[in-house]
């Protein structure tokens, strides 16, 4: 009776009459009042729909202040099932008025409702929303950052459940996912919290899951996807985001160093040569091809499985040490890479032994323990590569456990190996890797590591 009477008093209709009409009829109010509530609803909902498909039928357009009492009375009753379908119907309502019709606390409220799960909406609903109310948007990337913060660390499938389960990857949607507004607002957010955490591990492994959903959905908008990629990424040069785009599932595996030393050779010539006063710089460089981190993964696993073969790639060695560290100068870069051959080189001599030590492969990765000079970054690259042997060298794989019980000195560097087993597994089932013995050791490892946390 109260939902009935506020719906009435906004749209001007007196109560009184329909008691009265009513009581005519000989209905009691708890007997009739349910049934003319949803008639209501469904005179509502085909009036705005009607109005939306006939939008140039001005004399029969609803009124913009009524659309906006109508909005505003719904605010309390978002979550009740009977008004689903004129929330939703408010939603996707468009007129022909430059400024927004509906309340701003409609879309509030009706934000609120469906990230508690309160209610039910069609994605065409949410995207409206979304679309149609900025802060909803903000608010939704920030509820998935609370959920990414709060599970479990270093699990990307979860990560990727988290995603799709928020519908800001909008798995089933391809025409949402592939939205550029959508895009660029949830991107903006990932940057800024890279930015905040120092370039945090989980926010690194999140945007990339993001990506990986985005780049699925742009895939099913057929072969003409009807936005061009300069409209998802405003800073990057298109050429490079098309190399980066490359699947490499869909390339022979033995042909993927071409792919790594285009993308290294572009980036090096953006990165380095960049001209006076030009936009973006090397964080922009970085930042996009930290969307596509598997690409880095690779090239690491690529230094790792032709170790001993060959002078190491120069190209691949500076990939690595520019995604590691992006806000190093050339100097300090040519640095890294010196280090890295190194690494690689030590390593190299090792793989001719059946059984190294331990202790002799951590200090072929220089892994000496503490009052290690070397940068942070630097640490970690060659943590990286340690691993990366273990997996791949039948040597390394017989001393992994002892490996890494050396090496995980502090909880810091344990999430970090137990960070890089997780992303190697989940990036390995996605290309298809085939590495039986490889992949096995790695599930073992990240389950008792896990068990030990």
């Not at 980036?267 to 930042?287: A, H, M, N, R, Y």
């Not at 200090?363 to 970054?377: F, I, L, Q, Y």
Request: with cysteine; hydrophobic share 45%.
């Amino acid at each position: 009776m109260g939902l009935l009477s506020r719906i009435l008093a906004a749209f001007r209709s007196d109560i009184k009459e329909v008691d009265l009409f009513t009581q005519g009829l000989g209905y009691a109010p708890a007997d009739y009042y349910p049934g003319l509530l949803k008639n209501m609803v469904l005179s509502l909902v085909s009036e705005l729909r009607e109005n939306h498909l006939n939008g140039f039928n001005t004399q029969s357009r609803m009124a913009p202040e009524r659309v906006r009492s109508l909005s505003r009375v719904c605010v309390p009753l978002v979550t009740l099932p009977d008004f689903e379908p004129l929330v939703e119907a408010l939603l996707t309502y468009h007129g022909q008025e430059p400024q927004e019709m509906l309340w701003p606390e409609f879309f509030d409220a009706v934000n609120e409702a469906f990230l508690l799960r309160k209610i039910c909406l069609p994605v065409s609903a949410v995207l409206c929303l979304w679309l149609r109310h900025l802060p909803s948007l903000e608010k939704a990337v920030l509820h998935l950052f609370e959920k990414l913060v709060s599970s479990e660390r270093n699990c990307l499938r979860r990560i990727e459940c988290f995603m799709k389960d928020s519908l800001l990857s909008f798995p089933l949607q391809p025409e949402a996912a592939c939205h550029p507004a959508i895009f660029r607002v949830v991107d903006e957010m990932f940057r800024y919290a890279l930015l905040e955490t120092e370039g945090a591990p989980e926010v690194l492994a999140a945007m990339q899951v993001f990506t990986r959903c985005f780049v699925e959905a742009l895939e099913k908008e057929n072969q003409q996807p009807k936005f061009a990629l300069k409209t998802y990424f405003p800073y990057a040069s298109p050429s490079l985001v098309m190399v980066l785009l490359q699947r490499p599932k869909d390339i022979p595996q033995g042909l993927w160093h071409r792919p790594l030393k285009r993308i290294s050779e572009m980036l090096k010539e953006i990165v380095e040569d960049e001209t006076q006063g030009s936009s973006g710089g090397p964080f922009e460089s970085w930042f996009l091809l930290a969307h596509f981190g598997g690409w880095a993964d690779i090239a690491a696993e690529q230094l790792l499985t032709s170790v001993g073969d060959a002078e190491p790639p120069e190209a691949l060695l500076w990939l690595l040490a520019f995604s590691s560290s992006p806000g190093d100068g050339p100097q300090q870069r040519a640095q890294t890479m010196v280090e890295v051959k190194a690494v690689l080189s030590h390593l190299g001599r090792l793989l001719g032994s059946p059984t190294p030590s331990a202790r002799d492969l951590l200090a072929a990765a220089g892994e000496s323990g503490e009052g290690d000079p070397r940068p942070p970054a630097c640490q970690q690259l060659t943590r990286r590569l340690l691993l990366n042997f273990l997996l791949w060298a039948p040597g390394g794989r017989a001393m992994a456990r002892d490996v890494i019980t050396l090496m995980a000195r502090t909880d810091e560097i344990m999430h970090e190996i137990v960070g890089f087993l997780d992303q190697t597994l989940y990036r390995w089932d996605h290309l298809g890797v085939d590495a039986p013995g490889s992949r096995k050791l790695a599930r073992e490892l990240l389950a008792e590591l896990r068990g030990q946390a």
